[in-house]
């Protein structure tokens, strides 16, 4: 069974910085793109990053272009997001998912619970 | 990039009536990169639909896709109690994942 396990969210200040994990298990980690994507409270998915099975490709939203970092650790079957420069705006929960596929593309089957982050001073 | 439009915002549908979903894309999306996805209150998103038509694994045949070029539809042939909850398209058109403002179908 795929398990996606997120942590690291939390409350933070304007210009802040957080890095999210999430540890995979109950699939071949190094075989599958994975991905970042929130939800700001009451409000609809936002899809954040990608980085594909290798870790050789990443994509982002225009909206934290720049100030976000999608990685993998493939020995560690672990994603991250590391996240500067936060806003307000950044409030949300950010669900880890996992992609149908290997390639940075494919929609995502699967999805951890969700780490929250606050954005607030 | 690419905005999705989805309509209408809220369907009010009653059990074993067929619902119609409509997602509008800002430029052509190729059906390859349409999905559809379902979100229940306070739980996760379930992936139903991939390349515009193909049902995701576990997915009832009562879900069906269709579409192309910048107008894709999720139909519900019959709605059950469980599918009342709030569905989502997303394109990932050069590997960037954009998904649509949601709509909400509700019990009538």
């Known amino acids: 069974e795929v398990q996606l396990l997120e942590s690291g969210g939390g409350l933070v200040q304007p210009g802040g910085s957080l890095r999210l994990s999430c540890a995979a298990s109950?699939?071949?980690?190094?075989?599958?793109?994975m991905a970042w994507v929130r939800q700001a409270p009451g409000k609809g998915l936002e899809w954040v990053s990608v980085?594909?099975?290798?870790?050789?490709?990443?994509y982002y939203a225009d909206s934290v272009k720049g100030r976000f970092t999608i990685s993998r650790d493939n020995s560690k079957n672990t994603l991250y997001l590391q996240m500067n420069s936060l806003r307000a705006e950044d409030t949300a929960l950010y669900y880890c998912?996992?992609?149908?596929?290997?390639?940075?593309?494919?929609?995502?089957?699967?999805w951890g619970q969700g780490t929250r982050v606050t954005v607030s001073s | 990039e690419i905005v999705l439009t989805q309509s209408p915002g809220t369907l009010s549908l009653s059990p074993g009536e067929r619902a119609t979903l409509s997602c509008r894309a800002s430029q052509s999306v190729s059906s390859s990169y349409l999905a559809w996805y379902q979100q229940k209150p306070g739980q996760t998103p379930r992936l139903l639909i991939y390349g515009a038509s193909s049902r995701a694994t576990g997915i009832p045949d009562r879900f069906s896709g269709s579409g192309s070029g910048t107008d894709f539809t999720l139909t519900i042939s019959r709605l059950e109690p469980e599918d009342f909850a709030v569905y989502y398209c997303q394109q990932y058109v050069g590997s960037r994942g954009t998904f649509g403002g949601g709509t909400k179908v509700e019990i009538k």
């Open positions: 998912a996992k992609a149908l596929g290997a390639a940075a593309g494919p929609p995502v089957g699967s």
């Open positions: 980085i594909n099975n290798s870790g050789a490709y990443t």
């Open positions: 109950g699939f071949a980690f190094s075989s599958y793109a």
